[in-house]
Structure formats: structure tokens, C-alpha cells
């Protein structure tokens, strides 16, 4: 018997001792509630407004336009930094008389600090008023989990064949209720320990306005350990 209970001991240690290793291989930071909470650009789009496609348009010569792009300021803290970039434009091929459509594509590149590095990357894009008809679509869409792999990017505005790479815990989300605004997150997985790694992560927003309207984004970004 008591070599019976010596043995169920052991056990007991040894599951204990997976579960705990299976929780942290497994463990996630909590994205704070008030990430992200203050704009740090709005995007402006210039030039004349592209005229709609019809079957006399000539489709290898379709202006971009109007069109806005920027590179923010590097975001430095002792556990990282994070370096972003937007860029928003007219959608090309459009022929909907009633709409205009507009993407943004927010991107980022982050990494480690003097004291640590990101456990948590938010980006965020904001509509400015309201979409015609509650028209708009954003990518990453639901939740992708796993090593590095490239996913097409599922938002016909983008173009044909573009592609993202999505390493780790990422989620693609609407924000609140009563707002037009899309999020992405990256958290990392089982990330305990700093490490020096360079991450990066996008964000696209189509949506469809009244036709001659040029709408304007709020964009977002925070991170954090």
C-alpha cells in the first residue's frame, strides 16, 4: 500500500507538472482595457476624385486618387518601440454610381526596449462619421493563431493577390457598438521571458461612402508588456 501511494504521488506530480508546463507554453497577456485610447493621426487624402470604371475605361491606367500616406514618428518606451505607417486611397475598378469605396492600410513594425519587449500590439482605424449604407469590411477578419505563415488579404479594394504575413496570436475585430472602427491585435503565446524578436502587423479598412465624399480615418496604435 504504501508503495501503491508513493506511486499515485508521483502521478499526481507528474500530471501537475505538465498542466503547469501546457499553461505556460499557453499563456497570454491581457490587452488593457484603455489601450489605444487617444488618436495619434487622422489620415488626409488629396488629389481630384478618380472617375467611376465603365467598359470604355482603359484598365492598365486607373489613377490612384485621391490618395494620403505617412509615416508616424517612432513610438519609443524602456520595453519597445513601435514604428507606423498608413496609407489611404480611392479604390480602383470602382463602377457603383451611388458609392465611393476607400481602403486604409495601416501597418507596423515593433520590437523590444532597454528593459523588455511588446507582449501586446494594438492598431486601430476609426471612421470619421459613418459609412453609406453601413458599407465596410476590414482584414485581419476573426482570429489566426500559429507560426508564421502569408494569408491573402480578403478584401478585394487591396488588389489581387496581396498578402500579409500573421505570426502568432492575432485577432481582427470591429470596436465597440454605435462606432466604425476596426482593430487588430497581436498578443504573443507563451512569451514569459523578454525577447529581441522585430514583429510586424496589419490593418485594412474598405469602406464604401457617398460617391464624391473622401472620408477620413482615425488611426490608433499602443503596445505594451
Known sequence: MLRAGWIAI???????????????????????????????ARTVMTGEIAPDVTD????????ISPFGQECLPRIERPTGYMDLCWEAHRAPYDADAAKDYYLLHV???????????????????????????????????????????????SIAAAGPGVQETLCGHIVGTDVGVGTWARA??????????????????????MVGVAAGTVPEWDVYADFGS
Open 56 to 63: 470604355e475605361t482603359d484598365v492598365t491606367d486607373i489613377p
Open 107 to 153: 501597418s507596423g513594425t515593433f520590437g523590444a526596449g532597454s528593459d523588455g519587449s511588446p507582449r501586446w500590439a494594438l492598431m486601430k482605424g476609426d471612421l470619421v462619421g459613418a459609412p453609406s449604407d453601413g458599407v465596410m469590411e476590414g482584414w485581419p477578419s476573426g482570429e489566426f493563431d500559429g507560426s508564421c505563415r502569408p494569408e491573402p488579404v
Open 184 to 205: 487588430a491585435t497581436w498578443t504573443c503565446v507563451g512569451c514569459l521571458l523578454p525577447d529581441d524578436s522585430d514583429r510586424s502587423l496589419s490593418l485594412y479598412v
Open 10 to 40: 508521483a502521478l499526481g506530480v507528474m500530471v501537475g507538472a505538465g498542466l503547469l508546463a501546457f499553461a505556460f507554453l499557453r499563456w497570454t497577456p491581457l490587452v488593457p482595457a484603455d489601450a489605444a485610447s487617444a488618436p495619434i
